[in-house]
């Protein structure tokens, strides 16, 4: 065939399309050291760090002014961020053969082997040093505490518990609502109930949040062996009350800082609004039980967190 029908048909010659086509050297090393990156914010579970990190910082901007005392703010989001990340490396590594099991984990990278379990163990190992010497001797040895107890009962509490009962969320969410406590702590405050409640909130929250994800993927949970509620409970009434009782102490609580005079007249209007729209999506999933009522309600819980501690942030009267 002559190269100029050649180039008519494929706008270049058989040569130029091989060469074209084939990586070079660079672009192999880029989407190596993608690939690599993409796996460890996997391994860190990066978008729950992120919302931890948030937590932490939503618990220092309570009682602190965020500009003033940048320098304390700066190393305790990236001592929380990387004790986070530990807890997640170290919860993957004691569940890597169950992730296996399961679809939303089984291209983890410890579960398809991209990641080897010595260096994840190296990876959380550092995780922890670095981010408890970034509290330590940076922010407060309270700040630190907290973090590592964090890192404690995730790790070692609530990871094996969730083949055992499912009183586990209990656990877990105690050591998901911490964060606030790391943040509030490095402020310099003192605990208080305004510290109470931004800890009750957080902890509460989680109840509805993860039913909502664990009757999506109750059937991958039952296959692993997890015992967690929606496995023993075919209907969902069980669960739907649950998640119900937990939206609405939720809400109850986040009236307490208008009793404290923490926060503003405002912030009622705003809370009324959100309380009303996370209690509509619970009672739906309560009537329905299906798939996608789980979904509405875990979505909600995601817009909903967010928004109250912005209400508390913006209406504090403290800062």
Not at 225 to 251: H, M
């Amino acid at each position: 065939m002559p190269t100029e029908r050649l180039i008519a048909e494929y706008g270049q010659t058989p040569e130029l399309s091989l060469i074209s086509r084939a990586p070079t050297d660079t672009e192999a090393t880029h989407r190596r050291l993608a690939n690599r990156l993409s796996d460890l914010l996997a391994l860190t579970k990066a978008r729950v760090n992120f919302f931890v990190v948030g937590t932490a910082f939503v618990g220092f901007a309570l009682h602190a002014r965020i500009l003033a005392n940048w320098w304390v703010l700066l190393p305790t989001l990236i001592g929380t961020g990387l004790i986070a990340g530990a807890a997640a490396t170290a919860n993957q590594m004691r569940e890597e053969k169950f992730d296996r099991q399961m679809v939303r984990t089984r291209n983890r990278p410890l579960a398809t082997g991209r990641i080897r379990r010595g260096t994840a163990l190296a990876l959380a190992a550092v995780f922890l040093g670095v981010g408890c010497f970034s509290l330590g001797v940076f922010v407060n040895l309270r700040a630190m505490s907290l973090a590592g107890l964090t890192f404690i009962i995730y790790a070692f509490a609530y990871t094996p518990l969730k083949r055992q009962t499912p009183a586990c969320i209990l656990v877990g969410a105690i050591a998901g609502a911490l964060p606030v406590l790391v943040g509030w702590a490095a402020s310099g405050a003192t605990f208080d109930l305004w510290a109470a409640v931004a800890f009750a909130v957080l902890f509460l929250w989680q109840i509805p949040h993860f039913l909502a994800i664990a009757w999506r993927c109750r059937t991958d949970y039952l296959r692993a062996g997890y015992r967690v509620l929606p496995c023993r409970d075919d209907k969902g009434r069980r669960t739907a009350g649950w998640a119900l009782a937990g939206a609405v102490t939720t809400v109850a609580v986040t009236f307490i800082p208008l009793i404290l005079r923490r926060v503003t007249d405002w912030y009622l209007f705003g809370e009324l609004a959100l309380g009303i729209v996370l209690l509509f999506a619970v009672t739906r999933f309560l009537v329905k039980r299906t798939d996608a009522a789980a979904q509405t309600l875990f979505i909600t819980t995601l817009v909903y967190l967010p928004c109250v501690y912005l209400l508390m942030l913006l209406c504090n009267t403290q800062t």
